[in-house]
């Protein structure tokens, strides 16, 4: 079992910054094949990909709306993943969720469900 805790989130202005880790305890995967992910879900809206990264060589994956303003990355020896946000918007407000996907998932990066532990997630509020 693995065991995700995020921390970071709050309150920031648009325009802003933000910078959110989460930190695996338990069971965890250093594989090539494993990889650990960025989610958020604002209110009333579809949970959806942000960011992910492969532990092994450091591959790193973007959704489309932060590319260029988001940046994954992770510490192996920590178990722990960060996501650094810049140029915030209002849009970026949602709950950020920390996922791990184990070895032996070939699927797609992007998708939640080829992500098998979830933190309980951390609030980021971006206001105008």
């Known amino acids: 079992q693995v065991q995700l805790v995020e921390s970071g989130g709050g309150l920031v202005q648009a325009g802003g910054s933000l910078r959110l880790s989460c930190a695996a305890s338990?069971?965890?995967?250093?594989?090539?094949?494993?990889?650990m992910g960025w989610f958020r879900q604002a209110a009333g809206k579809e949970r959806e990909f942000v960011a992910a990264?492969?532990?092994?060589?450091?591959?790193?994956y973007y959704a489309d709306s932060v590319k260029g303003r988001f940046t994954i990355s992770g510490d192996n020896a920590k178990n722990t993943v960060y996501l650094h946000g810049n140029s915030l918007k209002p849009e970026d407000t949602a709950v950020y969720y920390c996922?791990?996907?184990?070895?032996?998932?070939?699927?797609?990066?992007?998708?939640?469900?080829?992500?098998?532990?979830w933190g309980q997630g951390t609030q980021v509020t971006v206001s105008s």
């Open positions: 996922a791990a996907r184990p070895p032996g998932n070939s699927g797609s990066y992007y998708a939640a469900e080829n992500y098998r532990y």
């Open positions: 338990g069971r965890t995967f250093s594989s090539s094949r494993s990889a």
């Open positions: 990264i492969r532990w092994s060589g450091g591959s790193t």
